[in-house]
C-alpha cells in the first residue's frame, strides 16, 4: 500500500474489476494483457448499404484501439470495399483519412470521377439509361497502390455478389480482387452490372446483406455489423418520393434476409447502428456519418471485450474449425 492506495500488481481480482468498471464508465477502456497463445480468432461480416456502409469505420477503429486484428473479414456491396482495405492492413485511422480525402464533398466526388475519364459515354448505357460503371468506380476511390489479388492481402477476406441470370449467392476469396468488388457493390439500376468469371454479377446484397456465413467459417468469436438500418424514425412519416420508397423497399428486404442468416449463424457481437438520418447515396456527408457512429465505439469495446475474456475463461473452450478454403472459392 502507498499513501491508502493498493499498488496495481496488490490489489485483488475484485478491486481490478471495479476499477475496470469504473473505467468503462469513465470512457476509457482497461488495457488487458492476454496471453496471445489462447486469443480467440475473429471473424467479422460487413454489411452493404450504401453510404451508410460508411459507419463500419468506427468499429474498426474501435478493434485497432483494443489491439484487436480479424482472422477473417467477409464483405458485401460497400462492406466489400471498405473490408478489402482493412483486410490489405489499413487501419481504422487510415480509412476514415481516406474516406474524407474522396468523399468529403459533392465536388470532390464529381472531381474524381471525371478525373478518372468517366466520360459520358462511360456513363450511358442502352440509350439515355444512365449506369455507373463499379470498376471504374473501384478504381477510382481504391487508394494508389492497392493490390491487384486476393492472395496479396494481409487478412484471408471474402467478397459476396449476386449471380443475376442463376439467382445465386457468389463468393469470391482468390484470384483478381477488383472485378470481384466491381461485382458486390454494383446496385441494380445505379451500375450496370459486371461479367466475371462466367457470372453476370450484380450488388451481394441482393441476396446475403450481411455475410456471417463466410465469416463464420474459421473463427470462435464471430462479429456482424448490419449498416441497413431500421424502421425506428419512419413509423410516422407519409410523404415518401418515388426514389425512397425504391430504396426503402430494398431495406425491407435485405432485413427479412438479415435475420434469416443470423439464425442460421448467430453473431456473438451484432452491431446495428441508426442511420435512417442518412440518405443512401449521401456519401458527402461522410464526416456527419463516420462521427454518429463514433458514439457506439465504446459499446462495441464492451461486448466484444467480455466475449474475448469469456472465451479465455473458459476451460472447455474448442478453436474454430478451419475449412479449406478451396471450400470457398468460386460460388456456393
Not at 489462447?38 to 453510404?51: E, S, T, Y
Not at 463516420?290 to 462495441?300: C, G
Amino acid at each position: 500500500m502507498t499513501d491508502g492506495v493498493a499498488d496495481a500488481d496488490s490489489r485483488t481480482p475484485l478491486q481490478r474489476r471495479g476499477q475496470d468498471i469504473i473505467d468503462r464508465l469513465n470512457g476509457k477502456m482497461p488495457s488487458v494483457e492476454r496471453d496471445p497463445s489462447v486469443m480467440p480468432r475473429i471473424g467479422v461480416a460487413l454489411g452493404g448499404g450504401a453510404a451508410r456502409g460508411l459507419t463500419h469505420i468506427p468499429y474498426i477503429e474501435a478493434m485497432d484501439e483494443l489491439g484487436l486484428k480479424p482472422s477473417v473479414i467477409a464483405g458485401c456491396s460497400i462492406g466489400a470495399l471498405l473490408g478489402s482495405g482493412w483486410a490489405n492492413g489499413m487501419s481504422g485511422e487510415e480509412l476514415r483519412e481516406h474516406a474524407f480525402s474522396v468523399l468529403g464533398t459533392m465536388r470532390i466526388i464529381a472531381g474524381r470521377l471525371w478525373g478518372h475519364q468517366l466520360k459520358l459515354g462511360a456513363l450511358l448505357h442502352n440509350g439515355f439509361s444512365v449506369q455507373l460503371d463499379a470498376a471504374h468506380v473501384v478504381d477510382t476511390f481504391l487508394p494508389n497502390g492497392f493490390p491487384d489479388t486476393f492472395e496479396e492481402l494481409k487478412v484471408p477476406f471474402y467478397v459476396v455478389a449476386t449471380d443475376f441470370q442463376s439467382w445465386h449467392q457468389v463468393v469470391f476469396n482468390a484470384g483478381a480482387l477488383r472485378p470481384a468488388i466491381s461485382g458486390s457493390i454494383a446496385v441494380p439500376t445505379l451500375f450496370k452490372p459486371v461479367t466475371y468469371a462466367n457470372h453476370f454479377l450484380v450488388d451481394g446484397g441482393v441476396v446475403n446483406p450481411l455475410p456471417l456465413d463466410q465469416a463464420a467459417a474459421d473463427c470462435d468469436i464471430l462479429v456482424g455489423i448490419d449498416v441497413n438500418g431500421d424502421p425506428s424514425n419512419r413509423l410516422t412519416r407519409t410523404n415518401y418520393k418515388p426514389l425512397d420508397v425504391w430504396f426503402g423497399a430494398a431495406q425491407i428486404m435485405m432485413h427479412s434476409l438479415i435475420a434469416h442468416m443470423m439464425a442460421a449463424y448467430p453473431p456473438d457481437v451484432f452491431m446495428r447502428p441508426h442511420v435512417d438520418q442518412f440518405g443512401t447515396m449521401e456519401y458527402w456527408r461522410v464526416r456527419e456519418i463516420v462521427e454518429h457512429a463514433a458514439k457506439d465505439k465504446d459499446n462495441f469495446k464492451r461486448q466484444l471485450t467480455r466475449k474475448i475474456d469469456a472465451f479465455i475463461a473458459d476451460p472447455e473452450r474448442t478453436t474454430a474449425t478451419t475449412l479449406p478454403h478451396g471450400l470457398h472459392q468460386g460460388q456456393r
